[in-house]
């Protein structure tokens, strides 16, 4: 019985994870951050960098702009945020 409980860290193992820069924390327990991905044109096989911004949910206000950040998808929070900070990677120098 104690082997099918599982906790809900570990049910979340298989929600998408990205990594990306914070470009902006001007408000209340939300961040947004910038994910650079690259891809390969198809036909003229040159490499693309596209960026894409997402709204996080940082609860408490703990990331600054300048931080790489670990994201993880989660389920709608507003409008725009699906997506909550899960750990500052590298913090950008204060001052």
Do not use: F
């Not at 891809?39 to 894409?52: A, D, E, G, N, V």
């Not at 206000?61 to 709608?76: F, S």
């Amino acid at each position: 019985m104690s082997e099918e409980i599982t906790t809900r860290e570990e049910n979340r193992g298989s929600r998408k994870s990205l990594q990306g820069l914070v470009v902006s924390d001007a408000m209340e327990k939300t961040i947004v951050v910038q994910v650079e991905r690259s891809s390969r044109h198809p036909l003229y096989k040159k490499i693309i960098r596209k960026r894409k911004k997402y709204a996080v949910h940082d609860q408490e206000n703990q990331a600054r702009k300048g931080d790489k950040v670990e994201i993880m998808g989660t389920r709608p929070l507003s409008k725009t945020k699906r997506w909550r900070l899960v750990r500052i990677l590298e913090e950008a120098p204060r001052g």
